[in-house]
């Protein structure tokens, strides 16, 4: 049954399947071996193989695949799964289980559900578009095509397969791959408004147009209705590049994102939402205008505020049909192109502490990386900041994890994407994660797995030897009591750089040497370590903190004990 997955797989274009090997699924490591057009990458845990194949499927190379053996590392998967889930990425993962002679008779990492064992069927299930367990081979004919398209439709599908049931023969039939089968919807509701509308046009983009191909479709609606466009934080780079030919760019939504795209939107005949739901994080600062302007959407999925939707799968479709109505005789005659289009950004309070200030490094970064470069972005204070302050590059991708937030979701991620890159022929630029030092503890060591595979990616890590968005959250709402969030110093570029000698690994405390070390990264062939010192008590480009600084609205909470300093709480654990 396994090289019948590794045939089929192969023959819809997977070069790659990301994964930790293991006994019960090692079939299927075999399959891919014996086939020189798929490579089998091996991970260091199946979180961050979960979201290489994310990072992957979102580069646009195609379906990311990942493979687990059973118990714990079926288990790893779930936050990575759960991830891709949230922002509807296609994935397929492949998971290994105990022969089905074992099911409920106490078998090691038994997760049949059957005599009170844990039930990994009903587990996957709530974190996935698509989940089965395959107790017959030729059930796998079926299956894998199903999940497949599933995945397609946004999401991650999971096949569950038994050691016997991998090791089965089964009659060799090929489905062919009939591609996604996805709904076109029709966008005449949102046409019929945009002929009617006076006034400036909004357009808030999001992921699906990323997923969808839909980029030159959205250039061309916003040019027909001369309209605005904002993104959402994980659909930054949908709108193109600011400064060559989208001067309508008005910047990112919600809580890391620029004051002025509320401003635009209050100002609108219509705004129209395209491709995202505009959860919490992207639509904080927007609910009072979209209330009060006639606000549109069309995508796969409704917005989480009340609004008329018009569902399809396919925005590359229904975005082409959209603007095919309204030009020609049905362009709008009322539309308006206003007089300013601002950029503006969020104001932190200014700090002098040790270290390189995050507005500061991401300028550096912005003058250092050319066009073609991917950037993937980490949780925390560093992801506000690159989200706020660091432009997307022309032909580049630019990726952060908003559905989970889950931490070091940047090193698979990125890792993905330069194998991505590396399939595509997508030669002229690196791979850049950005990442804080906290993400680095928990997942950083996929390092080792880009050394491995000599890939051209540069790790810049923010080290602040701290959680420290946690940390601001503590000085804000908890009066800085105490901090259970600050870290023993360490020196991550050196550290790295002796435990493994052939990464190219600095530590830097300046912006000199930051836009040395960055200028140096892009030469070389392999990857690269950037350690650049920071400052945990710097309160990043984050709206929520923003408005607690300026009003000094901390939480009134009781000690009950004797109040204590921050060094306190480490040393009594």
């Given at each position: 049954m396994v090289d019948h997955i590794a045939r089929q797989l192969a023959g819809i274009g997977v070069e790659y399947i990301f994964g930790v090997d293991g006994a019960n699924i090692e079939d299927l490591y075999d399959a891919a071996y014996f086939r020189s057009d798929i490579t089998a990458v091996l991970a260091k845990h199946e979180f961050s193989a979960a979201t290489m194949a994310d990072g992957y499927s979102r580069s646009g190379a195609g379906l990311g695949v990942v493979a687990a053996t059973s118990g714990g590392g079926a288990l790893n998967l779930i936050p990575g799964l759960g991830e891709s889930f949230t922002s509807r990425v296609p994935v397929l993962a492949l998971v290994g289980q105990p022969a089905t002679t074992m099911d409920g008779r106490g078998s090691f990492q038994d997760t049949s559900g059957r005599n009170g064992s844990l039930?990994?069927?009903?587990?996957?299930?709530?974190?996935?578009?698509?989940c089965r367990r395959i107790?017959?081979?030729q059930d796998i004919v079926a299956a894998l095509p199903a999940a497949i398209a599933a995945?397609?439709?946004?999401?991650?599908?999971?096949?569950?397969?038994?050691?016997?049931?991998?090791?089965s023969v089964i009659e060799a039939r090929c489905a062919r791959d009939a591609g996604p089968q996805r709904a076109v919807g029709d966008p005449y509701p949102i046409e019929r408004a945009l002929q009617k509308v006076t006034g400036p046009v909004t357009i808030i983009a999001g992921e699906q147009v990323a997923r969808d191909d839909a980029r030159a479709e959205l250039a061309a609606l916003r040019g027909v209705l001369r309209a605005r466009v904002a993104c959402v934080p994980d659909g930054k780079d949908v709108a193109g590049t600011p400064g060559l030919g989208s001067s309508s760019a008005l910047g990112v939504t919600g809580v890391m994102g620029h004051p002025g795209v509320a401003e635009a939107v209050s100002g609108s005949g219509l705004c129209l939402v395209v491709g995202t739901r505009l959860p919490v994080t992207a639509r904080a600062g927007l609910d009072d205008a979209l209330t009060k302007v006639p606000t549109m959407s069309i995508g796969s999925a409704p917005p989480y505020f009340p609004?008329?939707?018009?569902?399809?799968?396919?925005?590359?479709?229904?975005?082409?049909?959209?603007?095919?109505?309204?030009?020609?005789?049905?362009r709008p005659t009322g539309v308006r192109v206003p007089d300013v289009v601002a950029h503006t950004e969020l104001t932190p309070p200014p700090f002098d502490g040790p270290g390189v200030r995050y507005r500061d490094a991401m300028a550096q970064l912005d003058r250092a990386l050319p066009a073609g470069v991917d950037i993937v972005v980490d949780a925390g204070n560093t992801g506000a900041a690159a989200v706020h302050y660091l432009p997307v590059r022309r032909?580049?991708?630019?990726?952060?994890?908003?559905?989970?937030?889950g931490m070091g979701y940047s090193f698979g991620a990125g890792i993905g994407m330069a194998f991505a890159r590396r399939q595509t022929g997508g030669s002229d630029g690196r791979v850049v994660v950005i990442a804080g030092d906290g993400a680095f503890y928990m997942h950083g060591m996929e390092i080792h797995t880009a050394l491995h595979y000599?890939?051209?990616?540069?790790?810049?890590?923010?080290?602040?030897?701290?959680?420290?968005?946690?940390?601001t959250r503590e000085q804000l709402y908890y009066n800085d009591?105490?901090?259970y969030n600050r870290f023993s110093p360490s020196q991550l570029g050196e550290g790295l750089?002796?435990?493994?000698?052939?990464?190219e690994s600095a530590d830097v405390s300046d912006t000199a040497g930051l836009a040395a070390a960055v200028r140096a990264s892009l030469k070389l062939d392999g990857p690269s370590v950037i350690s650049v010192e920071c400052a945990a008590d710097e309160i990043p480009p984050f709206a929520p903190f923003l408005e607690a600084s300026s009003t000094q609205s901390y939480a009134n909470h009781h000690i009950p004990l004797a109040q204590e300093d921050r060094t306190h709480v480490a040393a009594s654990a």
């Open positions: 039930d990994a069927e009903a587990l996957f299930s709530a974190t996935t578009v698509f107790l017959h081979p995945a397609r439709t946004g999401g991650p599908a999971v096949l569950l397969l038994p050691k016997d049931v991998q090791q609004c008329t939707h018009v569902h399809t799968d396919d925005l590359k479709a229904s975005l082409q049909m959209l603007t095919d109505a309204l030009s020609g005789a049905g032909r580049g991708r630019f990726a952060v994890a908003l559905g989970m937030g000599r890939l051209p990616i540069t790790f810049v890590l923010l080290n602040n030897n701290a959680h420290a968005m946690c940390v009591f105490y901090s750089a002796a435990m493994f000698p052939k990464l």
